[in-house]
C-alpha cells in the first residue's frame, strides 16, 4: 500500500479516543478518515479534533467508505461481531479491540470468514504481547534458560471497579488477559479450569472478589490467575514462572527504587494505561504496519480471540457449578498456525 493506511474507526468510546490519539499523535504510517459512534454527538465531537475525517451514521457506512483503507474496531463488544464480519466481506483488516465477539459462535463465524477469505484479516487487542516486560518473560521461557514451565501464577489487581462491575466480569474482562497471555507465554492451549472463591474483599459489596482459577494446558502446566479488584493499592500485574531449573518473574516496568527513611519503595501504576501504554502503543504501531506491508494481520488472531472466549465461557461456568469444566476448541484452521500463535 503507497501513503498512510487510511483508518475508520467504530465506537468513539474511550479506547476509541485513546487509539485515535495514537495514530494521530504517536505513531506513524496511518490517519483517521472516517468515524462513527451511537452518540452522533459524540462521533462530531471526536472528528471536530482531526484533520480530515468524516462522521458517519453506522459502523457498515465507515466500513464501506472508499477513504477506508482499514477499520478499527472500538465499539461495545456484542457489536464486534457485525463489524468484523463487514471488514472481512470487504477484503478490509480490522483491528477488534477484545472481546473478538462475546460469543463463542460469533468468534467461529468470524473463523469462517476469515477461513473463506483465505487470509487473516483480523488482529484482536490483547496488548500484553506487546508489553516488554512479557516479552522479556517469553524469551527466558524460550531460551530454556530455566527448563521446562511446570507452573505460572498471573496476578491482576486493580485498586477499584465501577458500581456496574459483576462476578462474571473478573472473568470476561478481567482474567480474559491473563487467558490469552498465558497461552502465548506457554505456546499452549487450555485443557480445563476451576474458579476458587476465597474470604471476600470487603470493599467488593456484593462481589466475589477475589477469585483464584486454575487452569491445565495440555501438557500439563498449571496456571493459577489471581483476579483482586478492589486491592487499592495500585494497578499491580504480576507473572512467575516455575520452570525444572528456575524462576522468571515479571519486572516493574520502569520501576526506581527508592531508600529513604529506613524504608525502600517503589510506586505501583495506578490504572492499565498508565501500566500498559508502551504496549498499546505497539500493538497498533504492528498493526499499521502489517497493514502498510499488504500483510492483513499478523498479531493476536481470531483464533485468540476464540480460544479466550471458549476459556472464558469454560470458566464462567465453573464459577457457578464449583466444578472443573473442560476447555473444548474446534480443529485450529491452517491460517491460524506458526507466528506468534500457539
Ligand atoms: P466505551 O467508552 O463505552 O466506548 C464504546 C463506544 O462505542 C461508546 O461511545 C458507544 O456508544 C459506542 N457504540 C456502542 N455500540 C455501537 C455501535 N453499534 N456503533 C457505533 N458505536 C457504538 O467503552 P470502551 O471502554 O472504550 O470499550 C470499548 C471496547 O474496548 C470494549 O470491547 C472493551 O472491552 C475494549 N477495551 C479493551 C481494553 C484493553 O485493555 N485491550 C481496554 C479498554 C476497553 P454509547 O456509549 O452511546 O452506547
Not at 18 to 41: F, P
Not at 98 to 118: S, W, Y
Not at 136 to 164: Q, W
Not at 204 to 210: I, T
Request: charge should be negative; include cysteine; charged fraction near 20%.
Amino acid at each position: 500500500m503507497s501513503g498512510s493506511v487510511r483508518v475508520g474507526v467504530v465506537g468513539t468510546g474511550m479506547i476509541g479516543q485513546d487509539h485515535i490519539r495514537r495514530i494521530t499523535q504517536v505513531l506513524s504510517g496511518a490517519d483517521v478518515t472516517a468515524v462513527t459512534d451511537l452518540s452522533a454527538d459524540l462521533a462530531q465531537q471526536v472528528a471536530a479534533g482531526l484533520k480530515d475525517a468524516t462522521v458517519h451514521a453506522t459502523g457498515q457506512d465507515v466500513i464501506g467508505n472508499e477513504n477506508v483503507d482499514a477499520v478499527l474496531v472500538t465499539s461495545w463488544g456484542p457489536t464486534h461481531e457485525e463489524y468484523v464480519l463487514a471488514g472481512i466481506a470487504a477484503g478490509k483488516p480490522v483491528f477488534c479491540e477484545k472481546p473478538l465477539a462475546t460469543t463463542q459462535r460469533a468468534c467461529r463465524n468470524i473463523i469462517d470468514a476469515e477461513v473463506a477469505a483465505g487470509r487473516r484479516l483480523v488482529q484482536v487487542g490483547f496488548m500484553r504481547r506487546y508489553d516488554d516486560a512479557y516479552r522479556g518473560l517469553k524469551n527466558v521461557i524460550e531460551a530454556g534458560t530455566i527448563g521446562a514451565p511446570l507452573m505460572y501464577y498471573s496476578g491482576h489487581r486493580n485498586p477499584g471497579v465501577p458500581d456496574s462491575y459483576t462476578t462474571d466480569m473478573a472473568i470476561v474482562d478481567t482474567a480474559v488477559h491473563d487467558f490469552d497471555v498465558a497461552r502465548w507465554l506457554l505456546a499452549e492451549e487450555f485443557t480445563g479450569v476451576q474458579v476458587l472463591a476465597p474470604r471476600r474483599n470487603r470493599h467488593g459489596g456484593d462481589l466475589q472478589d477475589p477469585l483464584l482459577m486454575i487452569l491445565e494446558t495440555t501438557s500439563g502446566v498449571l496456571v493459577s490467575v489471581e483476579t483482586s479488584v478492589n486491592i487499592r493499592y495500585g494497578y499491580d500485574i504480576r507473572g512467575e514462572v516455575v520452570g525444572e531449573d528456575g524462576t522468571a518473574a515479571l519486572a516493574d516496568r520502569g520501576q526506581v527504587v527508592l531508600r529513604r527513611g529506613g524504608t525502600a519503595s517503589g510506586a505501583v501504576p495506578q490504572d492499565w494505561r498508565e501500566r500498559f501504554i508502551d504496549a498499546y502503543d505497539s500493538e497498533l504501531q504492528d498493526w499499521i504496519n502489517a497493514v502498510s506491508a499488504g500483510a492483513g494481520a499478523t498479531g493476536p488472531s481470531s483464533w485468540d480471540g476464540y480460544a479466550a472466549q471458549v476459556v472464558c465461557d469454560a470458566a464462567v461456568d465453573a464459577l457457578h457449578s464449583g466444578e472443573r469444566v473442560a476447555v473444548d476448541l474446534i480443529e485450529k484452521p491452517a491460517i491460524y498456525a506458526g507466528g506468534q500463535h500457539p
